[in-house]
């Protein structure tokens, strides 16, 4: 690395200013604020102060850049999760799609459930039907073929209430936060209980995160080489789920590090909650996503329309010190005007 | 980023002379040519040849960084695998060193036969033995506990041929290599059939590869919030060995996309080669790493003394356009002086 170069990249991972450095000579250029979405509240406070004490060199809680690890639920954390979570409406569809070319399915009950429109019964039995769907939809073709329907899906599909593709409905002060965290010298990272497969489509084209920094609920593939290349088909094997306590085993498995940073919104970020947070050698935060506003977005928590329930892990914040942002107060936007 | 940065930047990924950008002003700064320990061949010749094409920005073969992956497996190509892979070392070292505590593992045969090195034996009926002692040595603590482990193992084990610690031995051309990949904006992986958590300990410092880059033979953890803090217990279950078509199956997993170039010396990159190379949408390298140097490594193919059997993808390689580097030949020097 050059010298100047070297010296403008450890001002950029110090910089948390409004102000990006230019060569000596430039102008100064003016950026946005890197929160211009976030009302200035404590939760705001928090987390900017938090960056401000790992990133300063001269202080000693400041992290190596190599350990400024963010992992980021998904549903409900960076997008919403109502009135279905979106993976699920995909599978939805998917199956309605296809159904006319696989009679079959129409005497399998997790099917029938599915096209009545009855969560609780897909849900059931520790949700047998869900995975059923998933199983249908979501295996016995390559990689490449499942990617292909989730993009058709995207450039197909609109929300039914905001009336947007659902992949332009990414939560604009989350959009922001992670600009600045990157800004910052942080690596983001989402880890999902959404499948790693389907949320590697979108995810470096809405969120600035690489298909290698997607932690999900995953199966293994086989392997094949056939006549026109190789292919990895889908199946259900060894079935990762990447919720709840999973989450810090994803963590491990899949970034091999703790984090000093987690953002989640509900009971199944809990324990990466813990993991981020409790007995970190490193200073650390955990922030929660309260849905509080019904009108912009939704409200709820304990009694959640879909997936999402936030009971434990909101009781828990007060003690562990986890920030509570509180969508409708701190929040200016929610979506991208 | 400022403007100036993100030209410097762009000129730096661009770059693959011996000299990198200084500011305006700044004298330029001469560095050591990045493949110095790697002699004038066509080898070299190949890769540098082929990591112009994809990063000169002008030509159509140019592959966005973000898609510049590039993986390399452990043994036998990043280090010696002789006498015996150094993860295999460290579990025999293990085992005599808890022997005393563990009265109960005299009895068990696969102890027994590790104890006499008897490797045939470890490695009969699909390597139960071998598992039984990675079960033995590496399951059943946390992974806080074992990186602990396997740290104090390096710091007192020595190689018994070459009298160095085991990770004073990385391959100096190899070393070279993959800041020469990382300097033109490639992102580095390995992909071993090693154990993801012994390699964690060892792969930043020792190959500049951060943890969350290593994809390994792996199992799930069990989450534990215990008095002293949150925990992962180490376990066997659902064990994924990345390893021959194992390889193409760990990197979509954890990286999600294609590479565009593989590093491998065995047959257990096969699958790994392949998957990088053929009919991949983008200009692709496969490079296989020939054991040839007896007296300054190793010189072994089909025969191999322990891992690291070349048969298959050797013979493939030229079909393939696979680069074959002749360590005899092609290294100027094995290990860093």
Known sequence: ?????????????????????????????????????????????????????????????????????????????????????????????ELRRRLPDEPAWKEDPAVQAALKGDLPALLSDHYKGLF???????????????????RDWFAAAKHPRFDRPYDQLAYQPMLELLQYLRD????????SGGGADFMRVFSERVYGIPPEQVVGSNARTVYELRDDGPVLVKTLDHLFVDDGPGKPVGIHQFIGRRPIACFGNSDGDLQMLEYTTIDNTRPSLGVIIHHTDAEREYAYDAKPKSSGKLVTALAEAPKRGWIVVDMKNDWAEIFTP
């Open 1 to 93: 690395m050059g010298r100047t170069l070297g010296l403008l990249a450890c001002l950029a991972l110090l910089g948390t200013s409004a102000f990006l450095v230019a060569a000596p000579g430039d102008p100064p250029i003016k950026v946005a604020s890197p929160l211009a979405s976030w009302r200035d509240t404590e939760a705001k406070k928090a987390i900017t102060d938090f960056v401000v004490r790992v990133t300063v060199e001269e202080s000693s809680d400041c992290v190596p850049p190599a350990e400024r690890i963010a992992v980021f639920d998904n549903d409900g954390t960076l997008w919403p999760e109502n009135p279905l979570p979106f993976q699920l409406a995909f599978a939805l569809d």
């Open 132 to 150: 059923r769907i998933v199983e249908l939809t979501g295996s016995g073709m390559t990689t490449v073929e499942f990617a292909h329907r989730v």
């Open 184 to 191: 910052n010298g942080f690596k983001t990272f989402i880890v």
